[in-house]
């Protein structure tokens, strides 16, 4: 089946740095999406791209949707200590057979001790 | 509005026993989906609906099975838990052909 490469798998932060991580894919997706889950709760979706090279931000968060509609990039600029959770991708292919979504396997963002 | 509803929150379970889990949703949303968090392994689809009386399997079905008797519930259920079932299990709904899916908060299982 279709699967998504996330990484990094985790990365520590300080505080006012910017953040990258990113999505591959070894099939192409009509539509991306970036997620963020904090601990206990659900993910809750940040920003959806819809088109091959889009570029879309959400506050300090700008996403990429590839152009070979293989990949994904997500960016946090300055980040601050609220940002710190786990960071999902994920792609979804419309009519296909299953019209739902490809996670990847997270990218777990902590504070720099 | 409070979004997608699940219950219990936590529940630990003895090998073998039963139960299930409810997904109750008022966004009217035609879709629905179960999945499972586990450490390392992201969210996985156990189940989905795309509609009333529809089910289908997702990627990770094996010991589990469903119903959508009604358009704002999803129920997932456990026949003879065995501990490799114990995760984290996420729902989702979205609308026809919608990217954004809505998440609940989840149930925390544990299967001794």
């Known amino acids: 089946g279709q699967q998504l490469n996330q990484s990094p798998q985790s990365m520590f932060i300080q505080e006012g740095e910017d953040v990258s991580m990113n999505c591959t894919s070894s099939?192409?997706?009509?539509?991306w999406l970036w997620y963020k889950q904090d601990p206990g709760e659900g993910p809750v979706l940040l920003i959806a791209?819809?088109?091959?090279?889009e570029l879309t931000s959400n506050g300090r968060l700008t996403a990429q949707f590839g152009i070979t509609r293989k990949d994904s990039f997500l960016n946090i600029s300055a980040s601050i200590p609220s940002d710190v959770g786990i960071y999902f991708c994920?792609?979804?292919?419309?009519?296909?057979?299953?019209?739902?979504?490809?996670f990847g396997k997270g990218t777990k963002l902590s504070v720099k001790p | 509005n409070a979004g997608v509803t699940q219950t219990p929150k936590f529940r630990v379970l003895k090998t073998g026993q039963s139960m299930t889990l409810l997904c109750a949703q008022d966004?009217?949303?035609?879709?629905m989906y179960w999945y499972r968090q586990d450490p390392g392994m992201g969210l996985r689809l156990i189940h989905y609906?795309?509609?009333?009386?529809?089910?289908a399997k997702g990627e990770v079905p094996d010991g589990y099975n469903v119903s959508r008797l009604k358009k704002q519930n999803f129920l997932l259920g456990l026949e003879s838990a065995a501990p490799s079932q114990t995760s984290v299990y996420f729902c989702?709904?979205?609308?026809?052909?919608?990217?954004?899916?809505?998440f609940g908060s989840g149930t925390r299982l544990t299967v001794v």
């Open positions: 989702a709904s979205s609308s026809r052909g919608g990217a954004g899916y809505t």
């Open positions: 994920a792609g979804l292919n419309y009519g296909g057979s299953q019209g739902n979504l490809i």
């Open positions: 609906s795309v509609g009333e009386g529809t089910t």
């Open positions: 099939s192409i997706f009509n539509t």
């Open positions: 966004m009217n949303h035609e879709y």
């Open positions: 791209l819809y088109k091959a090279g």
